[in-house]
């Protein structure tokens, strides 16, 4: 019966292999063997052994730099490396470790703790390997779980506009000969078919995030066709300031339609957040700023969206990146910051927000910097 684990000892003296080899087999191991670092080298990408045995002292290529060309491919990067050594001084066993070992023996070596560091290796990638189909199942059940949220959300808001527009189609048939009550009609009824349109736009964008296609742009000119969309979406009753705090101009590896339209949406909201309101000033405020910071031990460019409207009720701010949960009571709303949300994790980013009712949210989009400089140019340094 075929061996279920395998083992690769790499070691230019054959009777050391054939000792190992004995011992191993004796448990039920398969055990493959090599005598020079090339060997090695090769058997490994073939064969794909659960741990790799390797003598440090071995001619022409030692094993040091065998770990090393292992660990740079990724075909053989997460197979653990047992070094066997005559080496017993701390600073030769931290020089292993530092070259991707996952262990070490010392000559002579123990054949009995030899076959209990074997299986102790065998048994992490084993725990490794179910973690990782575990969290891979947990990803699965959470995009389900999202999926029938979403389906749910789209067949109520789909139905409730059908209605609207099957209502409104009666009141065109019944006002046929009234001119005036027949245009009123006629102009909601595209209203409501308009934004029936939107919500299948949105979830077509929606099933296009896996093929995003991303490039090295300019964040400025990202940030000017934003707002140059939020202007026509939202009318000259906006007043738009710009507080742009980078030390010169950067370019980040994005998509720039996906990060604009992102930039955009949050801006809708903020806009709309003023019609809640008992007195909407003439002019309403939206300032969007430009900083990097360091979240989570990497620089990230964020950019933050900020109106002084109406706030968002503390019922909704903690489900109001959910698909259609809006504190707007007219139907058909409720995918901005879904779909903001969704194109920034999309992109190795995030977002978040911070509400006070009566003063005011603070959208923070956040995108990975990746920063390309000019050739001579110095990357940005991040700002508290």
């Known amino acids: 019966m075929k061996a279920k684990h395998k083992v690769l000892v790499v070691d230019d003296q054959k009777l050391n292999i054939r000792v190992l080899e004995r011992k191993l087999e004796q448990n039920g191991i398969r055990v493959f063997s090599a005598m020079s670092g090339a060997e090695g080298l090769r058997i490994a990408q073939e064969s794909k052994p659960h741990v790799i045995l390797l003598d440090i002292m071995m001619p022409e290529m030692d094993g040091l730099e065998v770990c090393r060309r292992l660990k740079e491919n990724p ?6 490396v047992v070094f066997i050594t005559a080496r017993s001084s701390k600073e030769g066993k931290i020089e292993g470790l530092n070259y991707g070992a996952a262990d070490y023996l010392t000559k002579p070596i123990d054949l009995d703790e030899t076959l209990a560091r074997v299986r102790t290796q065998i048994r ?9 189909i575990l969290t891979k199942r947990l990803e699965e059940a959470r995009r389900q779980a999202a999926m029938v949220h979403l389906t749910e959300g789209i067949a109520h808001n789909l139905n409730n506009m059908l209605g609207v527009a099957t209502g409104y189609l009666d009141l065109v048939k019944a006002h046929i000969n009234k001119p005036e009550n027949l245009k009123s009609s006629c102009e909601k009824l595209d209203m409501a078919l308009k934004r029936i349109a939107k919500i299948v736009h ?41 507080d742009n705090q980078l030390e010169g101009p950067v370019e980040i590896e994005t998509n720039p339609e996906l990060l604009a339209s992102a930039i955009e949406r949050v801006g809708q909201n903020a806009f709309e957040s003023y019609a809640r309101q008992t007195e909407t000033p003439p002019k309403r405020p939206i300032r969007i700023g430009l900083t990097i910071s360091e979240i989570d031990h990497l620089d990230m460019l964020c950019i933050s969206v900020s109106d002084q409207g109406s706030g968002i009720p503390d019922n909704i ?7 259609f949960v809006s504190t707007e009571s007219t139907v058909g709303r409720g995918m901005g910051l879904t779909i903001a949300r969704h194109s920034l994790r999309n992109m190795g980013g995030d977002i978040d927000l911070q509400s006070e009712i009566g003063k005011g949210t603070t959208v923070r989009l956040m995108h990975p910097l990746r920063v390309v400089n000019d050739p001579g140019t110095s990357a940005p340094q991040p700002t508290a």
């Open 75 to 80: 075909d053989t990067a997460e197979i653990p």
């Open 124 to 132: 992490i990638q084993e725990s490794h390997k179910e973690n990782l």
């Open 202 to 242: 949105e979830l077509t964008n929606i099933g296009q995030f896996d093929s995003v296609q991303t490039g090295v742009h300019s964040v400025e000119s990202i940030l000017e066709t934003a707002v140059t969309q939020l202007r026509d979406s939202v009318g000259e009753s906006a007043d738009i300031q710009v």
């Open 317 to 323: 701010k903690e489900n109001v990146f959910d698909p």
